[in-house]
């Protein structure tokens, strides 16, 4: 039998800078962007959960988040607190968690700076993991005084989804006897993979919940969604094989940015480039990975059309100069008549890395 945990940090950035900041502490805190009065560019990070009572989420525009916690001001609420992201704090925060955690299961994975799975399968029982999951719980506190919510699990999938039921320092145990029932209810994008794409598409055929998807047969889905509508009837069932192992690591990182208008202003776009290709190392790094050698931008103009560009650099690439260097390069052309011969305005730029490599191999790659 397989037992799998689930990690997740509760609100996590955010909870760091409350931690940092004691008179943050009862009060709406904004990570992200600077929201400039109103007028700022960029996105929200992370809100605590005060700020998420005022509607502001994760990967909202900061001038949306402004206006909402403006709104609420005005009402008499409590003013929301803005800060910019001081991403050593999170990944120190992060390290000293992961710290605690990998040591505890039979197997163990990093899943992002604040999420990991450990594969606890021989604890031999459910009731035993649940006991294990409470010590996380308590080590976290204790040491870090931040909180998690946890899922327990037979597999990664039932774990993750666990984990985001009951937030903020949740716990969520599901047997495998129970995964069906516990499913039911969840809307559908509770499951991977699920875009408000799909999630329309799936509407207009009734079904909203995994509960729907469990009564159209695996023929259907297959006929409607190929290879990823099979998929898809094994995850709505909460099957999955996938093992706990930091095997399965990414072979890219990437982040791309849609603006909030379509614009063609280089100096704009060059440095949300740059900003975004400093994330792009930064989360590199946090991985455990020291180099790469692929780099790959996305450019989506206004009317959605799409354009790759990809280079290979012969010797390892390690820092956001080089990646902002190798990004520019592929960039520029689609700011003039070489790539852009309409001049279209640009909806979205992505940029992402890959043939990525580990410190301690470094050696060998280089040559
Ligand atoms: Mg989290």
Redesign the pocket.
Known sequence: MRIILHI?????FAAVEERENPQFSHKPVVVGADPQGGSGRGVVSTANYAARRYGIRSAMPISRAWRLAEDARRRGELATIFVTPNFHAYEDASERIMAIIAPLGDRFEQASI??AYVDVSSAGSFAKARVLAERIKRAIRENERLTA?IGVGPNKLVAKIASDFKKPDGLTVVEPDGVLEFLAPLAIRALPGIGPKTETELAKRGVRTIGDLHNISRTVLVEAFGKWGDGLWRHARGQSEDPVSNDGEPKSVGEQETFERDTLAASFILERMRDLGAAVVRRLHNEGFATFRTVVITVRFADFATATRSHTSRTPLTSADDLYAESLRMLLPFLDARENPRRKAIRLIGVRVEKLARAQSRADRVY
Request: a negative charge; proline letters at 0%; glycine letters at 0%.
């Open positions: 997740d940090m509760d609100a996590f604040d999420e919510s």
